[in-house]
């Protein structure tokens, strides 16, 4: 009943701005009705999660086609993802009563937020594929016109018509499947779906386009071309929810179809899932580190981080597939707590960047600098964010990415050459990935926060108001909380996982309550609780013996920088000198990064000049060919309109007796 | 002898965390002197870098105008994380009361936690040295910390475990014989451990040569207390690194749970043992060898990489999988 | 147990050579080329009489005197002498940066180890490691021959190649020594024909860069 009550008032705040829209207060009002119903939802959630009785509740309406009801329900799963959903939503409608404020184009924003969030929550209890679809849609769409909010920019009508065109793209590919999941029959409830089973063409083809699907939506290498375009184009509350949760929701549906709906998933898909996976992790931080742009750089991450939960599906359906139960549920948990994860780091960075952006007026690395003596809390936050991305102990990444390589490293047991072989390459990318995290980190927060301003508006930036400040310290809390007690986290997601495999998650408990060990007590464990008690008991110990023992006087002086001090900021390490050894070694290769440096001669004044030139090969490789390849059909197919009316006649003659045909070949079987 | 079953782990839990202090400048300083030797100096004694460090803490600390709480903060970050890392593998024993809380995976990220803040740190005050050592140690870490994870992967392959402490008993149970994949991983852990501790060819500990220094740059800035803080975490890492090698490669002699005070004795005398072999075959190889340039530090971790990966295929091969 | 080390180190053995292929790959000088070269044919050497010690196959320790006195040292030193005496440009000139030549090679190993795993799926693993170690150490001389523009480069990963193979030949008990010998021989042979060579190049194009040898075919 919260669900519904909740819901329904997502719809009813949008027709408030629409109608008031242009009083200032009324926006403040929105967001914090936005944030109010958030907050019921995930209390729904948790209460979802809690009770753990395993029932569903459902509810048909009568709307949608006069022969179809809608129909809802809560499982566990999609009350997890509810979770996933709404304490980011939560958070960024809290940042935004205060972020709206600054907003120019803030009129074309806040009516299509609260649908935004109604649409994607939607999707989740939404248990027809009709609902699926029709939410699926609005989700897209709601989206697409916030993106379009700055529509005055030229790379945001750009970013636009990518998105545009890469969600038609992707329901294209869902409509189809949920038509072969429902199977002749007709019946698009989830319910009916379950009990049908899929043919030897049917099944694959369900999960390839489900696949291409979602994926394309969540943002998996090679379809991940209108992410880091479309999420920084939208204001930062509304990136924050487009990167952390709107991919959450396109795993929901691969979750969905791949381990409820379609009966059997072979493990060649979980290990081809592992390896796009993996190539998403690792393509995507490497674009990441390569980015002067904050928030397209936090969108590249996305595709990382969803390369990586995206690993721990595949693990999952491998292990499924070959009848290890209990290590596709690692598996699977595994990648729904790295889900969570990524979904309250990531809304914490973009709402970060947005209160840098607010702060400053500038996303681009190179105007920023020194912003954490600025803005303390902020930079605080972010810095605790930074941490979590980058997989440090003892923040909630870390353990999310610790469970994914516990089951990659049991990877091998599954007896398939193509899985013995491909695990530990997943494993290098996996790993690859993590530390490239940490070194695209470093850089974003040692170049926008550390060092000294690069430009004015950096220098004399101040740090946001409270309300903003609170929603960044309160997700950073929750990173902390999330890595702390893992065990919690992990019996929570067993609930979930359980209805799915038919298994639960076996935490072994020999070791006790703060000690995460998964498969037996004697394969690796990992307690953060411990960690952190003790790393924090020995970070005192050092700091009393030194100052004890040791000296106290601090003196503050200029930096001494080997000798030769310069004021000017502009000799400080940039992002692309920061990652210039990166680009020498990896992206040279990978990107064909080129550079140029001319020096001028001896006597000769002028400045010496640095250029780089770095070509995507995905977008060039395939978009931009594929581009090419529809322009020579809509060419050919130009043509058509300049016929004569007899030729259009043949034209429909022709199709007449080719249809005839198709019906008297099926009439012969 | 009726003691709860917590003391005995208890007990050497805290010898090591002292332990792992005590001896760690200890090893420093006698690679260091070991090289002069062979350089035909005669070198400091090795008891120096304990001095150095009582002398650094004596001394004021200057701190940049530009710096913030990062800058302050994070000596003692890296150096807690490195101390709490070095208590984790065992050393002496097995039977310690932190084995459990962390495996290989969460010692390695452990590891990059100092390193993330060492970084920061080299970046914090906003000069150029700083951002080229937090640079290159960031290359470093990101191919590095992967083959260290690939190693992970083949030795949790051969034992069926991530936990140091479960490695050990693996192997000392008789359980593994001379694996090829164990040479390849134990190559690649070598050249990580080169990488990772900043030793020649990837760094040289001793420069102050701009264009070549990695860890000195990220650290230039630093005075007093708080470079006698970086400094010891240092010192900890190498000792750490070479108890992770001989721990896994060469868990000999080690005390088991169950091992009485004569055993862990026992293992005493052979870690000291193995941690002397260590830092003599470290000297002699850093005396024999030349620096690399910094473009080519790829090519050599990302070998350390594949070696990691071959160990893992080459299990396919033998019948430990 | 004994015989399970003895096969365990000579496994080990054959690693080394292994490793000393990819290190070959690794190079960018060419005495270092060379040097590594030479350590291969030590540790082929070493393999060798391993071998025969455990195999109890006297015949074998002329193998790895072959390698020893002929591929460690002798062909290394000639090698180096023609360098010295050619002038020959001192770096290894790449077709393919290191970093990929070695993922390349990587694959490669992946490689013969899936072909070699179901071949000998009845046959004890221990001929099954050996015969993909082997393997492989012919598919990497194979690559260096591929990827290394420097004709002295192609020499050496020719004769890397040849060391795969008589590491495949003294890990298959009872392999008799006439394969040997002319294995051995044909290293001579081709020893002589690239000797020749380099001069001919050299008097002809002043340099030892191959493609040379394609412009003047006109294919360029």
Same mark, same amino acid.
């Given at each position: 009943m919260l669900i519904v009550a909740a819901l329904s008032a997502l719809p009813l705040l949008s027709l408030l701005t629409i109608v008031?829209? #242009?009083?200032? *207060?009324v926006h403040g009002l929105v967001y914090a009705g936005c944030f109010l119903s958030s907050v019921a939802l995930v209390a729904a959630g948790l209460d979802h999660l809690g009770t753990q009785t395993g029932g569903a509740p459902t509810l048909v309406l009568p709307f949608g086609l006069p022969w179809l009801h809608a129909h809802f329900r809560v499982d566990n799963l999609s009350a997890l993802f509810l979770l996933i959903v709404n304490v980011p939503a939560a958070a960024a409608s809290a940042f935004a009563v205060g972020y709206s404020a600054h907003l120019a184009e803030r009129r074309r924003v806040t009516p299509f937020y609260p649908l935004f969030l109604f649409a994607m929550n939607a999707v989740l209890v939404g248990d027809d594929a009709f609902v699926f679809l029709v939410a699926w849609e609005f989700m897209s769409l709601t989206s697409w016109l916030m993106v379009l909010a700055d529509h005055r920019r030229d790379e945001n009508r750009k970013a636009a018509m990518v998105y545009l065109s890469m969600a038609v793209f992707g329901t294209f590919c869902l409509l189809p499947a949920f038509g072969l999941l429902a199977g002749g029959g007709g019946d698009y409830t989830f319910a009916s779906m379950r009990l049908h089973s899929l043919g030897p063409v049917a099944g694959p083809l369900v999960v390839l386009l489900v696949l291409m699907g979602a994926g394309s939506k969540a943002g $998996? @290498? +090679? $379809?991940? *071309?209108w992410l880091p375009l479309a999420h920084p184009a939208a204001p930062s509350h509304v990136s924050a929810l487009m990167s952390g949760v709107m991919t959450k929701v396109a795993l929901y549906g691969l979750i969905r179809v791949l381990f409820d709906l379609h009966g059997h998933v072979g493990w060649q898909w979980g290990a081809a899932m592992m390896v796009v996976g993996g190539v998403s992790a690792v393509m995507g931080v490497l674009y990441a580190v390569m980015q002067d742009d904050l928030k397209t750089l936090l969108a590249y991450s996305t595709v990382e981080n969803v390369g990586i939960v995206v690993i721990g599906l595949g693990l999952a359906i491998a292990f499924k597939d070959d009848g290890e139960k209990s290590l596709a549920a690692l598996a699977l948990v595994a990648g729904l707590y790295h889900a969570l994860n990524h979904a309250v780091i990531k809304s914490l960075l973009f709402l970060g960047a947005g209160a840098v952006i607010t702060a400053t007026g500038e996303r681009s690395l190179g105007a920023l600098g020194g912003l954490l003596k600025r803005m303390p809390w902020t930079g605080a936050a972010f810095l605790v964010g930074a941490a979590a991305i980058s997989a $440090? +102990? +003892? $923040? %909630?990444g870390f353990v999310s990415e610790w469970l994914v390589l516990q089951s990659l490293f049991k990877g091998p047991v599954v007896p398939h050459w193509a899985m013995k072989f491909g695990v530990p390459v997943v494993g290098a990318f996996l790993a690859l990935a993590a530390a490239l995290a940490a070194t695209c980190f470093v850089r974003a927060y040692g170049i926008a926060f550390l060092g000294r301003p690069r430009s004015a508006a950096a220098a004399e930036a101040g740090d946001v108001s409270a309300g903003m400040r609170w929603t960044l310290v309160a997700l950073a809390a929750l990173c902390v909380g999330l890595g702390a007690i893992p065990v919690t986290v992990t019996d929570a997601l067993s609930v979930v996982v359980q209805p799915l495999l038919g298994t639960s998650f076996a935490v072994s408990s020999d070791l006790g309550w703060p000690f995460l060990s998964p @498969?037996? %007590?004697? #394969?690796g464990s990992y307690s953060g609780t411990v960690l952190v008690m003790v790393g924090l008991a020995l970070f005192g110990i050092a700091i009393a013996l030194v100052h004890r023992m040791g000296n106290n006087r601090m003196r503050a002086a200029d930096a001494w920088d080997c000798g030769t001090p310069e004021d000017n900021p502009a000799t400080q390490y940039t992002g692309q000198s920061f990652a210039q050894p990166l680009r020498r070694s990896?992206?040279?290769? @990978?990107?064909?990064a080129r550079e140029t440096v001319v020096m001028p001669q001896p006597g000769d004044d002028s400045p010496a000049r640095h250029s780089l030139a770095m070509t995507d090969p995905i977008w060039n490789g395939l978009y931009l060919r594929l581009a090419w390849l529809i322009n020579l059909i809509a060419d050919q197919v130009n043509r058509l309109q300049f016929l004569t009316v007899r030729r259009y006649l043949l034209m429909m003659f022709c199709t007449l007796v080719f249809l005839l045909l198709v019906v008297a070949v099926r009439q012969q079987q | 002898m009726n003691h709860h079953p917590l003391f005995a782990p208890i007990l050497w839990q805290v010898l090591q965390i002292v332990l792992a202090l005590a001896t760690a400048p200890l090893v420093t300083g006698y690679v260091r002197w070991f090289k002069a030797r062979l350089n035909g100096r005669r070198g400091p004694s090795p008891f120096q870098p304990y001095r150095d460090l009582y002398r650094l803490t004596q001394k004021e600390a200057v701190i940049a105008h530009s710096a913030s709480w990062i800058f302050r903060a994070a000596p003692y970050v890296v150096f807690a994380s490195a101390w709490l890392a070095a208590c984790l593998i065992p050393t002496f024993t097995t039977n310690i009361f932190l084995a459990p809380a962390a495996d290989m995976i969460a010692l390695v990220a452990l590891l990059a936690v100092g390193r993330f803040w060492l970084a920061l740190a080299g970046m914090d005050v906003g000069t150029a040295f700083g951002g080229i050592g937090a640079s290159r140690e960031m290359l470093i870490a990101s191919l590095a910390e992967p083959a260290m994870l690939m190693i992970t992967f083949s030795l949790s392959l051969v034992s069926g475990t991530t936990q140091p402490a479960q490695i050990v008993a693996f192997v000392l149970g008789g359980n593994v014989g001379v694996e090829v994949s164990i040479g390849l991983a134990l190559a690649a852990m070598i050249m990580v451990a080169i990488a990772e501790n900043g030793r020649v060819p990837i760094d040289n500990p001793a420069t102050h040569l701009e264009l070549t220094m990695v860890h000195e740059a990220m650290v230039l800035e630093y005075s007093g207390r708080h470079l006698a803080m970086i400094e010891a975490a240092a010192m900890v890492k190498l000792t750490l690194y070479m108890a992770l090698i001989a721990c896994l490669f060469a868990p000999w002699g080690m005390a088991q749970p169950g091992a009485g005070p004569e055993g862990v004795l026992v293992g005493m005398g052979s870690f000291l043992g193995k941690l002397w072999m260590l830092a003599t075959a470290l000297a002699l190889f850093e005396t024999a060898i030349a620096k690399m340039r910094v473009f080519r530090y790829a090519d050599f971790l990302g070998g350390a990489l594949l070696l990691g990966l071959l160990a893992t295929i080459f299990l396919y091969v033998s019948e430990a999988v | 147990m004994l015989t399970a080390l003895s096969y365990d180190l000579a496994h080990l053995i054959g690693a080394t050579v292994l490793m000393a292929g990819f290190a070959l790959l690794y190079q960018r000088r060419l005495f270092a080329v060379l040097n590594t070269f030479s350590f291969q044919a030590l540790a082929l050497a070493a393999a060798a009489a391993w071998q025969a010690h455990i195999q109890h196959a006297p015949h074998l320790y002329f193998t790895a005197a072959i390698a020893l006195v002929f591929k460690a040292m002798i062909v290394p030193f000639a090698l180096h002498w023609l360098v010295e005496r050619l002038g020959i440009h001192r770096t290894v000139e790449t077709a393919l940066s290191i970093g990929w030549t070695m993922i390349i090679g990587v694959a490669l190993v992946a490689l013969s180890i899936l072909l070699v795993l179901p071949v000998t799926a009845h046959s004890a693993a221990l001929t099954r490691e050996s015969l993909a170690l082997a393997m492989s150490v012919v598919l990497l001389g194979m690559l260096m021959m591929i990827t290394r523009r420097n004709a002295v480069t192609q020499v050496v990963g020719f004769m890397a190649l040849e060391n795969g193979l008589i590491l495949a030949a003294v890990s298959a008990k009872g392999m008799p020594l006439v394969v040997e010998i002319s294995v051995a021989f044909s290293v001579l042979v081709a020893m002589t024909l690239f000797g020749i060579f380099f001069f001919r190049i050299r008097e002809r194009f002043d340099s030892l860069d191959l493609n040379y040898i394609e412009t003047f075919r006109g294919d360029r």
């Open positions: 008031w829209g #242009r009083g200032g *207060a $998996l @290498v +090679p $379809l991940h *071309a $440090l +102990p +003892p $923040l %909630n @498969v037996s %007590n004697t #394969r990896i992206a040279a290769t @990978v990107f064909q | - | -």
